[in-house]
Nanobody, 124 residues
């Protein structure tokens, strides 16, 4: 079992930055690929980005490339999402997830454990 707790959400103006953090506890953190997802009101949850077990590989959805960066610290059991140049369309609840297989190809069913989410609101 892995417990994930997100933090760092809040209200920010368009063009601003936020850094989300996800703290993991339970099993060996470095065994898991970690991902960030988001869900806007009335919309389905969508993939934001993923980072490999070692942190050497990251992938992002096109809409956040060049603006968002995922990093992880396996010694501290944390994975962060640095969000720059935020837009109103980035408003959503952001979730982190852990994938035991280590796969960074995110398909339906990816993510064995999920956090409770943290709200990000970007005002125009």
């Amino acid at each position: 079992q892995v417990q994930l707790v997100e933090s760092g959400g809040g209200l920010v103006q368009a063009g601003g930055s936020l850094r989300l953090s996800c703290a993991a506890s339970g099993r060996t953190f470095s065994n898991y690929a970690m991902g960030w997802f988001r869900q806007a009101p009335g919309k389905a949850r969508e993939f934001v980005g993923v980072i490999s077990r070692s942190g050497s590989s990251t992938y992002y959805t096109d809409s956040v490339k060049g603006r968002f960066t995922i990093s992880r610290d396996n010694a501290k059991n944390t994975v962060d999402l640095q969000m720059n140049s935020l837009k109103p369309e980035d408003t959503a609840v952001y979730y982190c997830a852990a994938e035991a297989s280590g796969k960074i190809l995110v398909l339906a069913g990816w993510g064995d454990y999920w956090g409770q989410g943290t709200q990000v609101t970007v005002s125009s």
